[in-house]
């Protein structure tokens, strides 16, 4: 009777997991563990089959299921009693990097320990680090796509990807169809001209262009704007970004690993003074967008307007 219970960061990853521990040819009935109760668990586990045919089911996101004490009781007999024939594959993705301190105290809750007691427990978070990702990427890409990367297009693919290794898996597909011999070295150009088309690495360019305070900023503003106003979800990479900073140099730690070496590189450009006068720009600036203070044509072309006027005068902050 397998049980296993598999804790990941990456989708991609645990999806793969979940495959390996599975039996081939069976097809495992997927459910939501915030969605089961006692007595789904018990109809799906407690019951024998007659035929005694294989049956496997994969629980997601185990913790979401929180049975009281007595439920808890009757799920470990349950769990004791599996037929052989059964197979569960208890899964939970932690995929907020911002929540990384509380992994571990979810862990020991008894939410998680139930299954954990009698399952055989993998804990593949770390090969989402950076380190263990770079070394993915670069297989991943040889063993499935007959791409040959350098460490460092690998590094820079693992940055427009945000170091989400499904993101990262989705970019080497497109490079091996845009591959015109099918496979081999990967030129510098056609990774950037192939990443760079993601909505994700358009972002990201964007908000490193702002922080960066460049010219092209101006440029890259209006171009993803026209194509995703989203005015609040750059303002609030913006703080991410500057809390962020602010937490390192308190001596603080940032998450994930990407995120804060991607900081380090802004750091010189704000000096105490003016760090503490742009952090000011940007909550005036998102005062001012929900007060709606600029007039225009429409709300979407006036929020543009305000970002083009924060953009510029963080510039000139700068000097």
């Known amino acids: 009777m397998p049980l296993h219970l598999i804790v990941a960061r990456d989708p991609l990853l645990l999806s793969e997991a979940v495959k390996a521990v599975l039996p081939p040819g069976v097809e495992a009935a997927r459910h939501y563990a915030g969605e089961l109760d006692v007595q789904a668990v018990f109809d799906q586990l407690g019951t024998a089959d007659l035929f005694a045919t294989e049956r496997c089911f994969h629980y997601v996101d185990i913790i979401d299921m929180k049975p009281g004490k007595r439920d808890s009781e009757r799920i470990a007999e349950i769990l004791s009693r599996l037929s052989p024939e059964t197979t569960l594959v208890c899964t939970q993705l932690f995929s907020d990097p911002d929540k990384r301190g509380d992994e571990d105290r979810r862990m020991k809750t008894q939410a998680f320990t139930l299954w954990k007691e009698q399952a055989r427990f993998s804990d593949i978070r770390r090969q989402s680090d950076s380190e263990s990702a770079l070394r993915w990427l670069l297989g991943r890409a040889q063993k499935h796509y007959g791409l040959e990367l350098s460490q460092r297009q690998a590094q820079r693919l693992l940055y427009l990807s945000t170091e989400q290794l499904a993101l990262a898996d989705a970019e080497?597909?497109?490079?091996?169809?845009?591959?015109?011999?099918?496979?081999?070295?990967?030129?510098?150009?056609?990774?950037?001209s192939t990443v760079q088309g993601s909505p994700a690495a358009?972002?990201?360019?964007?908000?490193?262009?702002?922080?960066?305070?460049?010219?092209?900023?101006?440029?890259?503003?209006?171009?993803?704007?026209?194509?995703?106003?989203?005015?609040?979800?750059?303002?609030?990479?913006l703080k991410r970004r500057f809390s962020g900073m602010r937490?390192?140099?308190?001596?603080?730690?940032?998450?994930p690993p990407f995120f804060a070496r991607s900081l380090e590189r802004f750091q010189r450009r704000y000096p105490p003074p003016r760090f503490a006068a742009s952090v000011e720009l940007l909550a005036q600036l998102e005062q001012d967008l929900k007060g709606g203070i600029y007039a225009a044509a429409s709300s979407k072309d006036a929020e543009l307007t305000a970002l083009q006027v924060f953009v510029v005068d963080l510039r000139e902050l700068a000097g």
């Open 172 to 192: 080497l597909a497109k490079l091996a169809l845009a591959m015109e011999q099918g496979g081999g070295p990967v030129s510098d150009e056609l990774l950037e």
């Open 247 to 255: 937490q390192l140099r308190r001596g603080g730690k940032v998450f």
């Open 202 to 237: 358009r972002f990201y360019e964007l908000a490193d262009s702002v922080m960066g305070c460049v010219p092209e900023a101006d440029r890259l503003l209006l171009e993803w704007y026209r194509s995703s106003p989203e005015t609040f979800r750059l303002v609030n990479e």
